[in-house]
């Protein structure tokens, strides 16, 4: 990714604070020579709340209700203590507005999650967010927005 990016022209490098967010950036950092800017909270993935470390079936297991209402509105439903899916979209996309205003005319490159990418891809696009699933975001995937 480093190598392709280095291709590119990048002038600032931000990135999600989490760690699978932050080593990739470490890694881009070092190719293209280009310091991360700091990392950003508001680029993280959805926080699921209660559900965070748990696997599918142990949520099913857990908090079989919530999951059940969650799943009837996945885009306005949050489990207890996380964020709904439109949340996650307006954190997200409010950080991708700021990077570009503090970067007019550069290149950038921003390191996130895939939820977030596919919220901002659904933004970008004037889609309504339950089209989401129609967007493949694989790791290290790289999606272009102009903003």
């Known amino acids: 990714m480093g190598q392709w990016l280095k291709t590119k022209?990048?002038?600032a490098l931000y990135s999600s604070d989490l760690s699978r967010a932050k080593e990739t950036a470490e890694l881009i950092s070092r190719a293209i020579n280009l310091k991360i800017e700091p990392y950003r909270p508001d680029l993280r993935e959805i926080?699921?709340?209660?559900?965070?470390?748990?696997t599918l079936a142990e949520v099913?297991?857990?908090y079989p209700e919530q999951l059940a209402?969650?799943?009837?509105d996945r885009t306005y439903l949050a489990p207890h203590g996380g964020e709904t899916f439109a949340q996650l979209a307006a954190r997200g996309w409010q950080a991708l507005k700021e990077i570009a205003a503090s970067n007019p005319g550069r290149k950038v490159a921003v390191v996130t999650h895939g939820g977030l990418i596919k919220a901002a891809l659904c933004l970008a696009h004037g889609l309504g967010f339950q089209r989401r699933s129609e967007f493949t975001v694989d790791n290290t995937a790289v999606n272009t927005i102009r903003l």
């Open 69 to 72: 209402r969650w799943r009837s």
């Open 9 to 11: 022209q990048i002038q």
């Open 60 to 62: 099913a297991r857990l």
């Open 47 to 54: 926080d699921f709340g209660c559900w965070e470390g748990h």
